[in-house]
């Protein structure tokens, strides 16, 4: 009884622990029960049970309640997809004036406006293309077929590669200086001499549109929230699913909405990429201080002033944050949105895992990623530029920029010139490096990846058996067995255990969404999968980190190591492990392992640095070495921190576990996947994602409520 | 006399969303707990004064005496829940967003506790930006802002960030900063709380120095009695949003008007507050020595000679005309007589 009462909270979990366990055993498997596998419940079958909700027919397997629920909302991705075909096909005719034929026709709305967004987005980013690689289509947009076939002068010649590499130098050494200029310069030499540049341009001018709207919009929402309450009531909960939600998943219902093509690509891309660009500008919004606002009035700014010479300018570091996120989720998307028709590099990268061309792919990630980093390094220049108001410049100082460049466009101009008569008969390289017509380093990853495998093929084998048939098939039994009851009154009484009855009822209102759809097996998986992902990498993330927070240069050092891989696109990532393991889950787990250690590794070091020194300096005239300093001090002091990291690697290994279908994984992914080939995958695919979001959302809920009640503990706001 | 620079009448603020209605119900006669009860708080309790032109109105109080609520009513950067607030005869709370922005362009200024620098701009750019808002041209703003720095003696600091200064610079910066658009009237928000004691004291006598020059209307928030005495012509002493006193330096200190105000005073060194004038004898008589004060003379700067006769001391007007005489004795009962028992 002492005991009980002197750690009242042990007891509690201990006993929900028993439950859990209790019902484990009490619960028998059915004897018909049996993991369906794809395309299984597409099959009629005379064991099946089903009924009929809002028109809708649901067949299922039944079970005893507390083995499985039945998926009573198995109508809902129907129904969702009847209503979007319903919105796009029926709903609200409008008559609108049709150009070709010269009359009006009838149009549902929704269909109108997409066809509109369409075009619009599709000019933007045949312009920018247009400008990068040359074309007919904008001066089309503006005149007619008719008139370019008569005046084939005006079609866009493109720039020459070696404008636009010295150009993009010009502005890096503008922005920040000789460092970035040289980078620069290399990565363009680099994209063009081994052949990336078409696909690589294709990319940027998606990115070029892409990245800029979304963070145009997630400024706006973001101030908009921040001025009124109920825009920001009204945001809260989508944020939250957005936050969660696997890009996989909005490909889906884009699909429906915007057919394929690269604008689809841009308005899902903004999707994604808009809802961090509205947390971060909420969050600096909020963290300013009121005196700074109280002088900008003072100073007499008008609103429009206010917001943006004082209040933004002062917010900039968090906004800083979310240009950064918005231009890590458009080069993920860059690659992920090849599955609905975006063109270059990821169609590419896609293409050559699909060959199992890892050389290729290679290549493209590399390129990718670079064009990535270099973007993330200008943006954070551009925003900490500086002006010299005291400098008496000349004029050519003061233009030397714009007259280099100037000087580049004759330069570039000419030597493409020289190169029609230098490479007659053959492709012009001064002009632009065609595709795969470059340097090729494939064959050299091919065979080097071929040599691996000969090597160590005996090696990889063992351990890829060894992982599959010990460890993982097992993890995977277990999970399954679970009792859908069991696991419920599990999570509904950590709920409860950790933030009270709202905390239980949030959580339970999830768990319920996930048990009553038709997919309770397949999120299982994906757990499963997640866990042993999360479990490794946070055994690293957190190891690591605490290594490297012993020394200051090291903790810079790996911070900076986690920028640099954070701005890797997520399917990057499948390319080495497919070198080495090939087609297998340990392969998807590797790559769950490696992208999901970067935030436990990141907050590790976070948290252990935001330890005052003023505790630090108390520890050590107690008398502390450096082990108890670390044990007694430092990490429960950064422990809330280390779990909001704990937080980050669940979302990011459930990304990539539900990337990791690509590969063919048995988990919600491999649905989401399905659903992008099916015509009526809309309400399927967006099921799923929203199934993926809860998983999140249960953990992020638990998570977040614990770290909140543990910080009003010690005291740290 | 010309018409007061800043005019309150009967001035409440009260936080709470039923404010204005039990104010209303009220009749000017506010509980402090009647309405807490309630639900609201009150942060300023029916402050009606005047202060003129080149005056210094310091208004001392401690933490949450609604000090900074009354400085952020006149400069309404929050509304008053009630009464009246007129600045050069213009009612405040009458004015439209436009004429209020107007108003704070070219007649206010204020410096803050926090500097409240805007981290991503220099010192030059921080002091030209209320020149800028106003949509004065780069150049001339810049050059005005150069003016500014050379007055708070920040030469060769102005490409620095607020990060890589000191607190006192920092609040140099805010006082240029304020003054850049050349206001009549001056807020200060506690404005050397945040500073060390020794760069306070430095602050201060940079304050009272540029103040000689300018001549502005201030009014002052602070919660340290002591840079009240030394700085106010008048100062306002506040309690639960109430001006329990507001008068002059020596007339608060020899006349407390409450319990709470006397405990201020107890501590004061009186002889560094008090002119002779406060404590003379404003009748003369013949008997007087040889030896001749001014009366605006600071009573610790005299005591000395004045103790070292031993006849009364006359005591003289600028016009050197005699208009009173004081004592030693008089002189040492103000130094230490007086402070705990009697009164």
């Known amino acids: 009884m002492e005991f009980i009462k002197k750690y009242p909270k042990l007891f509690q979990w201990l006993f929900l622990l028993i439950v859990f366990f209790a019902l484990c055993f009490a619960i028998d498997v059915p004897e018909t029960y049996k993991f369906i596998r794809g395309q299984a419940e597409f099959v009629k079958d005379p064991n099946q049970s089903s009924f009929v909700f809002l028109g809708k027919e649901v067949r ?40 070709d034929t010269q009359e009006f026709r009838t149009r549902p709305l929704v269909l109108q406006i997409s066809r509109n967004l369409t075009a619009f987005m599709t000019f933007l980013i045949e312009l920018i293309r247009e400008i990068l690689l040359g074309g007919l289509e904008t001066i089309v947009a503006f005149t007619s077929w008719d008139w370019i076939d008569k005046n084939p002068w005006a079609e866009l010649p493109g720039l020459p590669w070696t404008i636009v590499a010295a150009g993009s130098a010009i502005l890096a050494y503008k922005l920040s200086g000789k460092g970035l200029a040289l980078f620069a310069g290399l990565v363009m030499v680099y994209i063009s001499i081994f052949g990336q540049w078409k696909p690589s341009m294709q990319t940027l001018s998606f990115i070029l549109v892409a990245a800029p709207l979304s963070f145009i919009f997630g400024l706006g929402l973001g101030i908009a929230a921040f001025k009124s309450k109920r825009v920001e009531k009204a945001l809260y909960p989508i944020l939250l699913v957005m936050q969660t939600m696997p890009q996989y998943a909005v490909l889906v219902p884009a699909l429906v909405l915007f057919g394929v093509g690269d604008h689809a690509a841009v308005i899902i891309t903004m999707v994604v990429a808009v809802p961090p660009m509205i ?16 002088a900008g009035r003072m100073s007499g700014c008008n609103n429009w002033q206010l917001m943006f010479k004082v209040l933004i300018p002062t917010a900039r570091r968090d906004i800083l944050i979310g240009v950064n996120q918005v231009i890590m989720v458009c080069f993920s998307m860059a690659v992920i949105s090849a599955f609905i028709g975006a063109k270059g590099l990821g169609f590419n990268l896609l293409l050559a895992l699909n060959q199992l061309n890892i050389g290729l792919a290679l290549e493209a990630g590399l390129c990718i990623s670079l064009i990535a980093i270099l973007l993330d390094k200008m943006s954070l220049a551009w925003a900490n530029k500086q002006t010299d108001y005291f400098g008496n410049l000349t004029f050519y100082q003061r233009n030397k920029n714009i007259l280099f460049f100037v000087a580049t466009v004759i330069i570039g101009i000419v030597l493409a010139y020289v190169g029609t008569f230098l490479f007659k008969g053959s492709y012009n390289y001064l002009f632009e490096v065609p595709h795969n017509k470059g340097i090729s380093t494939a064959d050299f990853w091919n065979k080097g990846v071929d040599w691996i495998f000969d090597t160590f093929f005996v090696y990889i084998k063992a351990f890829n058996t060894w992982l599959i048939q010990d460890v993982l098939q097992p993890m995977r039994a277990l999970y399954l067995r679970m009792p859908a009851v069991a696991t419920l009154v599990l999570v509904v009484g950590a709920g409860y255990l950790i933030g009270g009855i709202r905390s239980a009822l949030v959580v339970c209102g999830l768990t319920l969404f996930i048990a009553l759809s038709p997919w309770w097996d397949r999120a299982l998986v994906t757990a499963y999968m997640a866990t042993f992902g999360v479990v490794i990498s946070c055994i690293i993330g957190f190891t690591v980190g605490t290594l490297c927070f012993q020394n200051k240069h090291s903790a810079s050092f790996m911070l900076g190591v986690c920028d640099i891989f954070q701005t890797f696109p997520s399917f990057v990532y499948l390319i080495p492990v497919m070198m080495l393991f090939g087609i297998t889950d340990t392969s998807v787990l590797i790559a769950v392992i490696v992208y999901a250690t970067i935030p436990a590794t990141r907050y590790t070091i976070e948290g252990l640095r935001s330890v005052p020194v003023g505790l630090h300096d108390a520890a050590t005239m107690s008398g502390v070495n450096k082990f108890q300093r670390l044990t007694k001090i430092e990490f429960p002091l950064a422990f809330p921190h280390m779990m909001l990291g704990l937080n ?69 706001n | 006399m010309s018409e007061p620079v800043i005019k309150c009448e009967a001035v409440f603020k009260i936080f709470g969303e039923n404010a204005k209605k039990m104010l209303q119900e009220s009749n000017g006669n506010v509980d402090a707990k009647t309405f807490q009860e309630n639900g609201c708080i009150v942060g300023v309790n029916n402050a009606s004064f005047e202060v003129s032109k080149g005056e210094m109105l310091v208004v001392m109080g401690l933490s949450g005496s609604g000090k900074s609520t009354l400085l952020r009513c006149i400069s309404r950067l929050t509304d008053a829940t009630g009464g009246k607030i007129f600045i050069e005869g213009q009612d405040l709370l009458q004015l439209n967003n436009k004429e209020l922005i107007e108003l704070r362009r070219n007649k206010m200024g204020m410096v803050f506790q926090s500097f409240a620098l805007l981290p991503h701009k220099t010192v030059i750019e921080n002091i030209a930006f209320p020149l800028q808002i106003k949509g004065i041209k780069t150049e001339d703003s810049i050059s005005k802002a150069m003016d500014m720095v050379k007055l708070v003696g920040l030469d060769g600091r102005e490409n620095y960030f607020p990060r890589e200064l000191s607190g006192g610079q920092q609040q140099r910066v805010g006082i240029a900063r304020s003054l850049a658009v050349e206001p009549d009237i001056w807020f200060l928000d506690e404005p050397f709380s945040a500073l060390d004691p020794l760069i306070r004291k430095e602050m201060q006598d940079e304050f009272l120095r540029l103040q000689d020059k300018l001549q502005k209307t201030i009014m002052f928030i602070t919660h340290d009695f002591d840079e009240a005495l030394k700085l106010a012509d008048r100062i306002a002493i506040m309690k639960d949003g109430i001006i329990e006193q507001l008068d002059t330096p020596a007339n608060i200190v020899l006349n407390p008007a409450t319990e709470y105000v006397r405990k201020f005073t107890e501590e004061v060194p009186r002889e560094k507050v008090l002119l002779i004038e406060d404590v003379m004898d404003p009748s003369t008589n013949d008997n007087l020595g040889d030896l001749k004060v001014l009366k605006d003379e600071i009573i610790e700067n005299v005591a000395e000679k004045i103790l070292t006769q031993e006849k009364s001391v006359a005591v003289i007007d600028n016009n050197n005309k005699i208009v009173g005489s004081i004592n030693p004795a008089k002189i040492i009962n103000t130094v230490f007589g007086g402070r705990k028992n009697n009164n």
């Open chain 1, 648 to 716: 980050q690697t669940i979302v990011f290994a459930l990304f990539m576990v539900i990337i990791g279908a690509f590969i063919g994984t048995e988990d919600l992914g491999q649905y989401i996947l399905k659903a992008l080939s099916d015509k009526k995958g809309a309400g399927i695919g967006f099921t799923l994602g929203i199934c993926v979001a809860f998983i999140g959302l249960i953990f992020d809920n638990l998570i977040r409520t614990w770290v909140e009640k543990r910080k009003k503990h010690l005291g740290i």
């Open chain 1, 60 to 99: 299922y397997y039944a079970f005893d309640v507390f083995w499985r629920l039945p998926p009573l909302l198995g109508w809902l991705p129907i129904w969702i997809n009847d209503s979007l075909f319903f919105l796009m096909n029926e709903w609200m005719p409008i008559e609108f004036w049709n150009e």
């Open chain 1, 279 to 294: 947390l971060l500008t909420i969050l600096g919004l909020r963290a300013i201080p009121p005196e700074v606002i109280e």
